[in-house]
Every structure is written in C-alpha cells, then in structure tokens.
C-alpha cells in the first residue's frame, strides 16, 4: 500500500532562513507527488506536483521540490521563509489505480518567526 | 488552475438535524469527486469517491447511511450529514476531477462543521 511520511509535525524557522519540510513516500510504482498548502480553516491549495521528466519541480510562492527516487523522498523547500508562509503543509502521493484519490502525510506546521 | 466552490464555509447545527454540504466545480466538468474530513491536527482522509450519476464509493468504516453523498450532475456533488451528533464536527473538504486522464483534483475551501 502507498504512504506518505511527513517528518516533524512542527518546523520553526526565522524569516529569511531556509525553509526544508520532508517527504518520504512508499509506492512500488513510479508515484504522482504533491505538496499542497492549507491556512487556517480554507481548503488546500496546490504548490507543486512532480508526474513525470525533471524532477526538480518548481511551484508557486518560490518554492520547489526535488523527487529523489532512489531515497523516495519528495522534499519541499525554500531558500528564504516569508511570514505569509506560516501555514499547514500536506505532501501527498496520487493513489495507483484510483480515480484519482491522494494519500496524505499528517501534515507539517510550519511558523515563521520575525 | 479550476475553481471548486464549497458552500457553506461553516455551519453551526443541532444535534439530531441533517446539514448539506455543496461542492461545485464551477468551470469545468467533474466527472469525479471526493470528500475528505479532517480531524484537528490530523490529515485528510478519504470519506468517499463519487462518479457523476452512479453511487458513490465509501471507504471502510464510512457509514453510508449516515453521510449521504450525491453527485447528480458535473458540477456538482452534496455531502449530507444526517441525524448529526457533535462527534461529527469537523472540517470537510471536497476535491474535483475531470475526465481527461492525468488531471490533477482540484480542493474547494473547506466546510466547518459544528453540531452543539
């Protein structure tokens, strides 16, 4: 069965620091990766999404992600964190052979300190 | 990216009454859709997977009777909650998904439910 692992619930980091939330997966066929974003009591919002081809994969809002296959991990990261970055963030894997359901981590909460 | 609008954004209810949750894709055609609830500081799980004019999939330990999905046309899918207790308080978000086949779901902005 695929899952997603997010490491760390809460990742603290200072405004213009780096930001680095993890993502390891387990999927034995080759996986759909997302990240998605989620602010206080909205939907999700998709970041970035690797498929297929490079796999540096770059998004919204200055952040990017690189598919690592051979440590199946999909880490999202930014070089300089803003304060409208502090929200909730979900690495998800598509589910194989579904109509298209995602499979979620639990989730990182990322703050940023002034 | 596709618009999916999720109506209400929150909803205050009785206990023991039944509230309906609308899910529209508002440009572009949903031939699937699913709904997820979300527990305080928990991920997203799969509630059910619905298909335009065909009952919806529920997962495990999904009581159907109690969550009533429908997905009457391709715009839109209702998730209704019936004889709703305070355990069912929750945040719900539902996705949408067209037919072309790599097409990513697109999440509407979530529904807060309170049952007091």
């Known amino acids: 069965a695929q899952s997603v692992t997010q490491l760390g619930s809460h990742v603290s980091v200072s405004e213009g620091a780096l930001v680095l939330l993890r993502c390891n997966y387990s999927?034995?066929?080759?996986?759909?990766l997302f990240w998605y974003v989620q602010y206080p009591n909205q939907g999700l919002q998709l970041l970035l999404k690797y498929t297929t081809g490079a796999t540096l994969v770059k998004g919204i809002n200055g952040f990017e992600a690189e598919f690592k296959k051979s440590e199946t991990s999909f880490h999202l990261t930014k070089p300089s964190a803003h304060m409208s970055d502090a929200a909730e963030y979900f690495c998800?894997?598509?589910?194989?052979?579904?109509?298209?359901?995602?499979?979620f981590g639990k989730g990182t909460k990322l703050s940023v300190k002034p | 990216g596709a618009v999916v609008s999720q109506h209400p954004s929150r909803v205050i209810c009785k206990s023991g009454t039944s509230v309906k949750i609308e899910c529209r894709s508002l440009d572009f055609q949903a031939t699937t859709m699913f709904w997820y609830r979300q527990f305080p500081k928990k991920s997203l799980m799969l509630m059910a997977t619905s298909n335009e004019g065909s009952k919806a999939t529920y997962e495990q330990g999904v009581e159907k009777d109690k969550f009533l999905i429908n997905h009457a046309s391709l715009t839109l899918s209702t998730l209704t909650v019936t004889s709703a207790h305070p355990e069912d308080s929750s945040f719900y978000i539902c996705s949408a998904r067209a037919a072309r086949a790599g097409t990513e779901a697109f999440f509407g902005q979530g529904t807060r439910l309170t049952v007091v």
């Open positions: 999927s034995s066929v080759p996986p759909y």
């Open positions: 998800a894997v598509r589910e194989w052979g579904s109509q298209g359901n995602l499979i």
